[in-house]
Nanobody, 121 residues
Framework: QVQLVESGGGLVQPGGSLKFSCAAS????????MGWYRQAPGKQRELVAD???????NYADSVKGRFTISRDNAKKTVYLQMNSLKPEDTAVYYC???????????????WGQGTQVTVSS
């Protein structure tokens, strides 16, 4: 079994910072792209940022310059540093990873359990 376990999140004031981590565990042969998504109440889940195994990054326009995604391949972990947080960043944040369980398998997508971020004074 493959699991993605997130940590971080919580309540923060506008302008504050938070850092997430998401660790993959289980039967893993290789991980390709890892990313963070978020879903605000009444809205669709959207991409926040993702990072390839070669460390190429991609960000939503709304978070560019404020959020930084990174990964530690040895630890099978992806991070999201969020600075200058705004009330509109309030959402449930999910990590996602494309994982191959053996050399013969295809890549499948796995999701973390989600963690709430609330930006409010």
């Amino acid at each position: 079994q493959v699991q993605l376990v997130e940590s971080g999140g919580g309540l923060v004031q506008p302008g504050g910072s938070l850092k997430f981590s998401c660790a993959a565990s289980g039967s893993i042969f290789r991980i390709s792209t890892m990313g963070w998504y978020r879903q605000a109440p009444g809205k669709q889940r959207e991409l926040v940022a993702d990072i390839t195994s070669e460390d190429n990054t991609n960000y939503a326009d709304s978070v560019k310059g404020r959020f930084t995604i990174s990964r530690d391949n040895a630890k099978k972990t992806v991070y999201l540093q969020m600075n200058s947080l705004k009330p509109e960043d309030t959402a449930v944040y999910y990590c996602k990873a494309r994982i191959k369980k053996s050399w013969r398998d295809r890549y499948d997508e796995y999701w973390g359990q989600g963690t709430q971020v609330t930006v409010s004074s």
